[in-house]
Antibody, heavy 117, light 110 residues
Framework: EVQLLESRGGLVQPGGSLRLSCAGS????????MNWVRQAPGKGLEWVSG????????HYAGSVKGRFTISRDNSKNTVYLQMSRLRAEDTAIYYC??????????WGQGTLVTVSS | QSVLTQPPSASGTPGQRVTISCSGS????????VNWYQQVPGTAPKLLIH???QRPSGVPDRFSGSRSGTSASLAISGLQSEDEADYHC???????????FGGGTKLTVL
């Protein structure tokens, strides 16, 4: 069974930083691109970032480019999202997902990040 | 403002057929496959349809998808109370070099 387990989010002050991680199991992690998607309270889904199977290609939404960095460690079956210069509008549930626009899509349970003073 | 356009709400009575649309452009739906996700409030999205019209195992055949040009549709027949949820469409976008979502459609079973 495919499982994606995000690390605990938390409360961060504006301008602060936080690193999320997502550990995958039940599939060959290194064979899949991975993504982060967020959902602000009461809002729709917003793709944040994606990384290729090997990690050599990354993509970012315009709203986070230059502030967030996605990376992965295939030896640990883990994908990361380093978030810096956080803003109130980054408050959301953050999900990691595999195969987001393909047939093997799976999502983690999500982790809440709150940016507030 | 979402790149893919969905109606914010839809409704139907048990047993009815409901259709949810997802309108895009040549850089996304027009040239890439569409996934549909079902999200019960408070839970993570679940894959419902991939590659425009393919159902993962375990998804009832009451759910079907289609694409025509730069638009996609999700149809739910024999509506059941458990279908009450939010539905999201998603596709890769060449212009933005990323995944784009619709704004989501809240389905109410009356």
């Amino acid at each position: 069974e495919v499982q994606l387990l995000e690390s605990r989010g938390g409360l961060v002050q504006p301008g602060g930083s936080l690193r999320l991680s997502c550990a995958g199991s039940g599939f060959t992690f290194s064979n899949y691109a991975m993504n982060w998607v967020r959902q602000a309270p009461g809002k729709g889904l917003e793709w944040v970032s994606g990384i290729s199977e090997s990690g050599d290609t990354t993509h970012y939404a315009g709203s986070v480019k230059g502030r967030f960095t996605i990376s992965r460690d295939n030896s640990k079956n883990t994908v990361y999202l380093q978030m810096s210069r956080l803003r109130a509008e980054d408050t959301a549930i953050y999900y990691c997902a595999k195969d987001l626009v393909a047939g093997g899509a799976s999502w983690g349970q999500g982790t809440l990040v709150t940016v507030s003073s | 403002q979402s790149v893919l356009t969905q109606p914010p709400s839809a409704s139907g009575t048990p047993g009815q057929r409901v259709t949810i649309s997802c309108s895009g452009s040549s850089s996304n739906i027009g040239s890439h496959t569409v996934n549909w996700y079902q999200q019960v409030p408070g839970t993570a999205p679940k894959l419902l349809i991939h590659s425009h019209n393919q159902r993962p195992s375990g998804v009832p055949d009451r759910f079907s998808g289609s694409r025509s040009g730069t638009s996609a549709s999700l149809a739910i027949s024999g509506l059941q109370s458990e279908d009450e949820a939010d539905y999201h469409c998603a596709a890769w976008d060449d212009s933005l070099d990323g995944v784009v979502f619709g704004g989501g459609t809240k389905l109410t079973v009356l």
